[in-house]
Protein backbone atom coordinates (compact mmCIF):
# COMPACT_ATOMS: atom_id res chain seq x y z
CA UNK A 1 0.00 0.00 0.00
CA UNK A 2 1.21 3.64 -0.94
CA UNK A 3 2.12 5.50 1.98
CA UNK A 4 2.59 8.45 0.35
CA UNK A 5 0.52 9.44 -2.45
CA UNK A 6 0.79 12.00 -5.20
CA UNK A 7 -2.45 11.75 -7.10
CA UNK A 8 -2.12 14.25 -9.79
CA UNK A 9 0.56 12.60 -12.09
CA UNK A 10 0.85 16.11 -14.62
CA UNK A 11 -0.19 19.63 -13.64
CA UNK A 12 0.18 22.55 -16.17
CA UNK A 13 0.33 26.07 -15.05
CA UNK A 14 1.22 29.72 -17.32
CA UNK A 15 4.31 31.34 -16.12
CA UNK A 16 4.19 33.93 -13.39
CA UNK A 17 1.11 32.15 -11.85
CA UNK A 18 1.13 30.28 -8.71
CA UNK A 19 2.37 25.93 -9.23
CA UNK A 20 -0.05 24.14 -6.44
CA UNK A 21 1.77 20.49 -5.90
CA UNK A 22 -0.30 18.00 -3.43
CA UNK A 23 1.41 15.17 -1.65
CA UNK A 24 -0.90 12.68 0.94
CA UNK A 25 0.44 10.28 3.68
CA UNK A 26 -0.76 7.65 5.72
CA UNK A 27 2.11 6.92 8.11
CA UNK A 28 1.46 8.54 10.88
CA UNK A 29 5.29 7.82 11.92
CA UNK A 30 6.46 10.29 9.21
CA UNK A 31 8.25 12.89 10.83
CA UNK A 32 10.29 14.80 7.77
CA UNK A 33 8.90 15.56 4.58
CA UNK A 34 11.03 16.74 1.51
CA UNK A 35 10.25 17.92 -1.72
CA UNK A 36 12.60 16.82 -4.62
CA UNK A 37 12.88 18.62 -8.04
CA UNK A 38 13.97 15.60 -11.14
CA UNK A 39 14.53 16.55 -14.38
CA UNK A 40 15.06 13.66 -17.04
CA UNK A 41 18.04 11.63 -16.98
CA UNK A 42 19.25 13.47 -13.96
CA UNK A 43 19.26 12.39 -10.17
CA UNK A 44 16.59 14.08 -8.05
CA UNK A 45 17.85 17.33 -6.63
CA UNK A 46 16.49 18.55 -2.74
CA UNK A 47 14.34 21.66 -2.92
CA UNK A 48 12.51 22.11 0.32
CA UNK A 49 11.72 20.05 3.44
CA UNK A 50 9.91 20.67 6.61
CA UNK A 51 9.31 18.83 9.57
CA UNK A 52 6.33 17.60 11.37
CA UNK A 53 6.47 20.14 14.04
CA UNK A 54 6.13 23.00 11.60
CA UNK A 55 3.51 23.68 9.67
CA UNK A 56 5.29 25.98 7.17
CA UNK A 57 8.74 26.18 5.98
CA UNK A 58 9.25 29.29 3.25
CA UNK A 59 12.44 29.03 1.06
CA UNK A 60 12.32 32.01 -2.23
CA UNK A 61 10.25 31.29 -4.48
CA UNK A 62 8.59 28.09 -2.99
CA UNK A 63 6.77 26.93 0.55
CA UNK A 64 5.88 24.08 1.58
CA UNK A 65 2.69 23.73 4.15
CA UNK A 66 1.83 21.02 6.15
CA UNK A 67 -1.46 19.84 7.61
CA UNK A 68 -1.01 17.25 9.84
CA UNK A 69 -3.96 16.50 11.15
CA UNK A 70 -5.28 15.70 7.02
CA UNK A 71 -1.88 13.77 6.67
CA UNK A 72 -1.20 16.12 3.49
CA UNK A 73 1.08 18.73 2.51
CA UNK A 74 1.90 20.93 -0.75
CA UNK A 75 4.43 22.87 -2.30
CA UNK A 76 3.58 25.99 -3.62
CA UNK A 77 5.62 27.91 -6.04
CA UNK A 78 5.65 31.67 -6.57
CA UNK A 79 5.84 32.85 -9.09
CA UNK A 80 6.36 29.82 -11.54
CA UNK A 81 8.80 29.95 -14.70
CA UNK A 82 9.45 27.79 -17.43
CA UNK A 83 12.94 26.48 -15.27
CA UNK A 84 10.40 24.74 -13.02
CA UNK A 85 9.35 22.41 -15.45
CA UNK A 86 10.26 18.78 -13.98
CA UNK A 87 8.58 16.30 -12.30
CA UNK A 88 8.31 16.63 -8.24
CA UNK A 89 8.77 14.09 -5.90
CA UNK A 90 7.17 14.65 -2.11
CA UNK A 91 9.22 12.11 0.01
CA UNK A 92 8.57 11.60 3.90
CA UNK A 93 11.11 9.94 6.72
CA UNK A 94 10.47 8.54 9.91
CA UNK A 95 12.83 7.83 12.58
CA UNK A 96 13.52 4.01 12.73
CA UNK A 97 14.46 2.00 15.61
CA UNK A 98 16.59 -0.41 13.47
CA UNK A 99 19.36 2.34 12.89
CA UNK A 100 19.72 4.35 16.44
CA UNK A 101 16.94 6.50 15.90
CA UNK A 102 17.98 8.11 12.43
CA UNK A 103 16.00 7.88 9.19
CA UNK A 104 16.67 4.46 7.33
CA UNK A 105 15.73 5.89 4.23
CA UNK A 106 12.82 7.97 2.42
CA UNK A 107 9.47 6.98 0.72
CA UNK A 108 8.70 8.83 -2.39
CA UNK A 109 5.46 9.42 -3.68
CA UNK A 110 4.72 8.43 -7.88
CA UNK A 111 5.70 12.26 -8.98
CA UNK A 112 3.94 15.35 -10.51
CA UNK A 113 5.15 16.07 -13.89
CA UNK A 114 4.76 20.11 -13.85
CA UNK A 115 4.88 21.73 -17.11
CA UNK A 116 4.86 25.94 -17.31
CA UNK A 117 3.41 27.42 -20.07
CA UNK A 118 4.44 30.13 -21.46
CA UNK B 1 33.45 18.19 -5.53
CA UNK B 2 32.46 15.71 -7.63
CA UNK B 3 29.73 15.03 -5.49
CA UNK B 4 28.01 12.10 -6.21
CA UNK B 5 29.24 9.70 -9.03
CA UNK B 6 27.55 6.49 -10.68
CA UNK B 7 29.02 4.27 -12.82
CA UNK B 8 28.03 2.80 -15.94
CA UNK B 9 25.46 5.38 -17.26
CA UNK B 10 23.68 2.56 -19.09
CA UNK B 11 24.40 -1.45 -18.90
CA UNK B 12 22.48 -4.34 -21.23
CA UNK B 13 22.97 -7.47 -19.63
CA UNK B 14 21.73 -11.09 -20.15
CA UNK B 15 18.97 -12.93 -17.86
CA UNK B 16 21.37 -14.49 -15.44
CA UNK B 17 24.32 -12.63 -15.88
CA UNK B 18 26.18 -10.68 -12.65
CA UNK B 19 27.27 -7.38 -12.23
CA UNK B 20 28.14 -4.36 -10.08
CA UNK B 21 27.18 -0.77 -9.84
CA UNK B 22 29.47 1.60 -9.11
CA UNK B 23 28.63 4.57 -6.48
CA UNK B 24 31.36 7.10 -5.06
CA UNK B 25 31.00 10.49 -3.06
CA UNK B 26 33.54 12.97 -2.00
CA UNK B 27 31.75 14.29 0.55
CA UNK B 28 32.73 12.76 3.57
CA UNK B 29 29.05 11.41 4.16
CA UNK B 30 27.89 8.77 6.57
CA UNK B 31 24.61 7.65 4.78
CA UNK B 32 24.65 6.36 1.52
CA UNK B 33 21.78 4.61 -0.34
CA UNK B 34 20.33 2.84 -3.50
CA UNK B 35 16.91 3.37 -4.97
CA UNK B 36 15.43 2.26 -7.91
CA UNK B 37 12.69 3.81 -10.23
CA UNK B 38 10.46 2.13 -12.16
CA UNK B 39 7.89 4.17 -14.64
CA UNK B 40 5.53 6.08 -13.33
CA UNK B 41 6.84 4.73 -10.11
CA UNK B 42 8.44 7.07 -7.22
CA UNK B 43 12.01 5.97 -5.91
CA UNK B 44 12.05 2.60 -3.85
CA UNK B 45 14.96 2.02 -1.37
CA UNK B 46 16.69 -1.21 -2.28
CA UNK B 47 19.81 -1.27 0.40
CA UNK B 48 21.54 1.66 2.98
CA UNK B 49 24.38 2.11 5.17
CA UNK B 50 24.54 4.67 8.22
CA UNK B 51 28.28 4.20 7.62
CA UNK B 52 31.65 2.24 6.83
CA UNK B 53 30.97 -1.61 7.59
CA UNK B 54 27.03 -1.23 8.14
CA UNK B 55 24.59 -2.15 5.78
CA UNK B 56 20.75 -2.67 6.04
CA UNK B 57 18.00 -3.26 3.75
CA UNK B 58 15.34 -1.31 2.34
CA UNK B 59 11.91 -1.83 0.56
CA UNK B 60 12.78 -4.23 -2.39
CA UNK B 61 16.09 -5.79 -1.05
CA UNK B 62 15.80 -8.82 -2.80
CA UNK B 63 18.34 -9.90 -5.53
CA UNK B 64 20.33 -7.46 -4.30
CA UNK B 65 24.14 -7.29 -2.23
CA UNK B 66 26.06 -4.41 -1.01
CA UNK B 67 29.02 -3.56 1.16
CA UNK B 68 30.37 -0.07 2.74
CA UNK B 69 34.31 -0.78 3.24
CA UNK B 70 34.99 2.85 2.88
CA UNK B 71 33.13 6.08 3.78
CA UNK B 72 33.45 6.99 -0.23
CA UNK B 73 31.87 3.49 -1.80
CA UNK B 74 28.97 1.98 -1.69
CA UNK B 75 28.82 -0.18 -4.33
CA UNK B 76 25.30 -2.72 -5.58
CA UNK B 77 25.70 -6.24 -7.11
CA UNK B 78 23.08 -7.90 -8.88
CA UNK B 79 23.93 -11.79 -8.22
CA UNK B 80 21.80 -12.87 -11.31
CA UNK B 81 19.91 -9.96 -13.31
CA UNK B 82 16.23 -11.00 -13.98
CA UNK B 83 14.20 -8.84 -16.71
CA UNK B 84 12.09 -7.33 -13.32
CA UNK B 85 15.44 -5.39 -12.23
CA UNK B 86 15.11 -3.41 -15.80
CA UNK B 87 15.35 0.09 -13.85
CA UNK B 88 17.15 3.31 -13.18
CA UNK B 89 19.07 3.03 -10.56
CA UNK B 90 20.17 5.91 -7.52
CA UNK B 91 22.87 6.04 -5.50
CA UNK B 92 22.35 9.02 -2.99
CA UNK B 93 24.45 9.88 0.63
CA UNK B 94 23.68 12.70 3.09
CA UNK B 95 25.80 13.91 6.05
CA UNK B 96 24.24 11.87 8.65
CA UNK B 97 21.03 9.57 9.48
CA UNK B 98 18.54 12.59 10.66
CA UNK B 99 15.18 12.15 9.38
CA UNK B 100 14.85 15.13 6.89
CA UNK B 101 18.45 15.42 5.80
CA UNK B 102 19.12 16.40 2.42
CA UNK B 103 20.06 13.68 0.35
CA UNK B 104 22.32 14.05 -2.98
CA UNK B 105 21.63 11.75 -5.83
CA UNK B 106 23.93 10.58 -8.59
CA UNK B 107 23.00 11.12 -12.33
CA UNK B 108 21.60 7.45 -12.08
CA UNK B 109 22.30 4.17 -14.34
CA UNK B 110 19.95 2.98 -16.44
CA UNK B 111 19.64 -0.82 -16.79
CA UNK B 112 18.09 -3.19 -19.08
CA UNK B 113 17.66 -6.87 -18.39
CA UNK B 114 17.23 -8.88 -21.47
Known amino acids: DQQVKQNSPSLSVQEGRISILNCDYT??????FLWYKKYPAEGPTFLIS?????DKNEDGRFTVFLNKSAKHLSLHIVPSQPGDSAVYFC?????????????????FGKGTHLIIQP | NAGVTQTPKFQVLKTGQSMTLQCAQD?????MSWYRQDPGMGLRLIHY???????DQGEVPNGYNVSRSTTEDFPLRLLSAAPSQTSVYFC?????????????FGPGTRLTVL
Open chain 1, 50 to 54: ISSIK
Open chain 1, 27 to 32: NSMFDY
Open chain 1, 91 to 107: AASARSMYSGGGADGLT
Open chain 2, 49 to 55: SVGAGIT
Open chain 2, 27 to 31: MNHEY
Open chain 2, 92 to 104: ASSYSISPGNEQF
